[in-house]
């Protein structure tokens, strides 16, 4: 056979001994954790006896999971093998088992592309919870809970369940509290998709986790901001679950993992747990601190700006460092690479107008450290700028001519992007990261769109649909067309 | 907080050294493939630039899955972070999305759970294909070609695919040449369940693979017979397959599997890949000497048996060992621990008259010399006995009142086992390993599954439910007795 000219195993090999430093995800931060892994392959067995088996937890599996709920703060803690990914398709097709005779979900309009796929399977229909704004267009805020309550208050009977994003990628929380409440007086399970707030609930100096403040379930990535290995989750239920959706639950997400479960992915898990629970806190606290000096340095920028709790009318997770260009003559892309080129800092997000680096646990004062004096040296060689001249908003009010359900199953055609206005979208369309769609099946395709897509693409940003890579076309539903 | 009795990390560690050999899954048989995954937290990325995108692949995990998909003979190749699990239910849902008019999946009644649960989630009814029966009663044998004709034939307009399981876990493979063509003719994909094949189709010692049969969709596992880490597996496809199918096919992969895949399973993946490209034949071959050596020496037992590809009336792949006790006066359940606790070799899968052993490319001569040494020593200890009187087939026709979507949503209660006769199951039952359930949602209850369930639990194996662990209960629908 032909040479290979790439291979995934010895680029991987080759990154390892790299020098660049991660201020993104996993929050393990690539640090040699435990020497266990020395070992991997004596270690990727099987359920073999004395080892349990994840999809029937009752032996040192199940032990473990019981230390990781108290640890949360949850009557329940599943680990996931999957990601959250699994655990967000195993809660709403739990809640749209159980209340059968419903059929649609209330869920934010700014959810991870999971919650929109989780739609489609389960064939609901879906009412949306829209992000309040901030200072900067592409970034989105928090869920009110007076809108939970206007639409609970009048379609409660029809809806199986209410699904957010908090905290948000960007580390913008709702409040929970409040609409956890809202959903119990109508007895509708409250879903909280938690990925990026593993590390919630465990330092009172950070904010308090959603479970804490009364979600139901809620799903989150162990991977992202605490210490196990990518594409390991926690599904944790609260106190009081009705016992008929927790078997739901316990079935589907049986069917939404692996039958053959990574036992590497499980000891990465159990390690994280113990880790968190032996010195989760003391680390939290020591990242208090390390923020607390980063975030007095950067104060002192002129042109860049680092968002703080200030700039939000909401709880804010500053361990997720927002840096905003809108008022700097630099592109956002620009920041990302000079800091990874010049200072061998790598980011996590690029968007229109900001750019974010993820801190955790793993992250030391001299990292910190590091990113403020590259930002304040960045800052002192640009000069100030007005608006940039973006949209003013991202946010959008979507119009569905069909459920996802419907317009996946339809017949479709490819038309240029621009051709497609007023017609209904057979595709989705989204950034990555963070993954929330852009535009849904089902959806009538507004000027909106286009705006917005064409702005990420001038801005450099890749727009991603299913298998056409080209973002210029758009599948539609072959229909006469809407107006 | 207070101490933890058992911790699935530290039994882990201490597993690793633990001398036991393993005739069980996965195929890299815990051997110290590469110290790659000395650093495993090192090279534990995110979708950084310069790795690709699993969901959107382009780049070097794109290149790997061509040169897989050339290795493997079929068009292409997908890369599975989630298991076999996540491509049946890919599969099942790209052609349920594909032939949207058509509402019922043709499927073999030994398949894999994951199928049963892409039947719910798809809503499909379902028709079936009984598998032949051998003289051992638990094990089941291959699907006839003809079976397949004789439904098509009828019901051809209704039906969105056939699925397959073959090789079975046992070894046992049908013709999925014949089939192939049987279902081309009605122009309906044939979707095969390899999960224990990914060693097929390398070197001519062995069987055919069922891409090389004509197969549409191939899903194979190839942690359980090949090199990679357990949860890795591919979804091949064949030339030719229709474009819209190929959409759906990879949106249904995007929905199944994380949105943060794991690079050390890619990694695993991709040397497994290398190895087998490299070396896979050669392995094979020399497995394939000893093989012969083994099955030679083993002949001479006069009690226990172990099957040969004489034992069945279609292909029958013998990198499984199929040891009969159904004349030797011991459990197989006694065989299996005789094994482990005296000669320190664990075997796979216990049933009621057989036990299973799988041999890979990683076994040596000498491992194979070790379990014929074994099995005759013991064969000179034992008696030979009349057959044990157990069921003569395991075999059952399912009825169904409800599909399984509908069953798993309606109204249910809790009944024991012994008092659910003619009542409509609202769950699953299974025993695992293999995975395949006895009894599913929607099914009438009849005596001859209560004698099945019997039968494996007074031979000592657990039947597996859902939530409940208790198998003596059983969830069925709440309504009027059906007879």
Chains 1, 2 share one sequence.
Not at 164 to 193: Q, R
Request: glycine fraction near 4%.
């Amino acid at each position: 056979m032909e040479n290979i000219t790439e291979n995934l195993a010895d680029k991987l090999k080759e990154y390892a001994i790299n020098g660049d430093y991660p201020f993104h995800m996993p929050g393990h931060k690539r640090a040699p954790l435990d020497s266990f892994l020395n070992n991997a392959y004596r270690m990727d067995i099987t359920e073999i006896s004395g080892f349990d088996d994840l999809h029937h937890a009752e032996g040192v599996i199940q032990s473990e999971q019981n230390v990781c709920a108290q640890l949360y703060h949850s009557e329940s803690a599943h680990f996931l093998i999957n990601g959250s990914t699994c655990g967000i398709l195993a809660a709403i097709s739990a809640v749209s088992s159980w209340a059968t005779l419903k059929d649609t979900l209330l869920m934010c309009s700014n959810a991870h592309k999971s919650v929109y796929h989780a739609v489609q399977i389960c064939r609901l229909k879906t009412m949306f919870l829209d992000p309040e704004e901030t200072s900067i267009p592409s970034l989105y805020a928090q869920i009110e809970p007076k809108q939970v309550q206007r639409i609970l208050e009048q379609s409660f009977d029809k809806i199986v369940g209410v699904v957010i994003t908090s905290p948000t990628y960007e580390g913008v929380l709702s409040n929970v509290e409040e609409i956890a409440k809202i959903c119990h007086l109508y007895k509708i399970p409250l879903i909280v998709d938690s990925a990026h707030g593993a590390h919630l609930g465990i330092s009172t100096y950070f904010p308090k986790s959603a479970i804490e403040q009364g979600a139901d379930i809620v799903i989150t990535s162990l991977h992202k901001t605490t210490l196990s290995l990518t594409q390991t989750a926690l599904l944790l239920t609260n106190y009081g679950l009705d016992e008929g959706l927790m078997e739901y639950l316990q079935y589907y997400l049986t069917v939404y993992q692996s039958s053959s479960p990574s036992y590497i992915l499980l000891y990465s898990i159990s390690r994280c747990v113990e880790l968190l629970r032996l010195s989760g806190e003391q680390r939290l606290n020591e990242l208090r601190m390390a923020l607390s000096n980063f975030y007095a340095k950067v104060s002192l920028l002129k042109k860049l700006k680092v968002l703080t709790k200030e700039d939000f009318e909401t709880t804010f997770d500053d361990s997720k460092i927002i840096i905003s260009t809108k008022h700097a003559n630099i592109k956002s892309q620009e920041l990302f690479d000079r800091l990874r080129e010049e200072y061998h800092l790598v980011l996590e997000l690029v968007s229109i107008e900001h750019v974010v680096a993820i801190v955790t646990m793993m992250d030391s004062g001299k990292a910190l450290d590091g990113l403020a004096n590259a930002l304040i040296t960045i800052d002192s060689e640009l000069d100030y700028t007005l608006d940039q001249g973006n949209l003013s908003s991202y946010n959008r009010k979507r119009e569905f001519a069909k459920t996802i359900f419907e317009a996946l199953n339809d017949e479709r055609e490819e038309l240029l992007l621009k051709h497609a206005l007023g017609r209904v979208s057979a595709q989705y369309l989204y950034l990555y990261p963070p993954g929330i769609p852009l535009v849904i099946p089902g959806e009538v395709i507004h000027s909106d769109l286009l705006e917005i897509v064409n702005c990420y693409q001038i801005n450099g940003l890749s727009v991603l649909g299913p298998a056409s890579k080209e973002s210029n076309y758009i599948k539609v539903l072959c229909e006469t067309k809407l107006t």
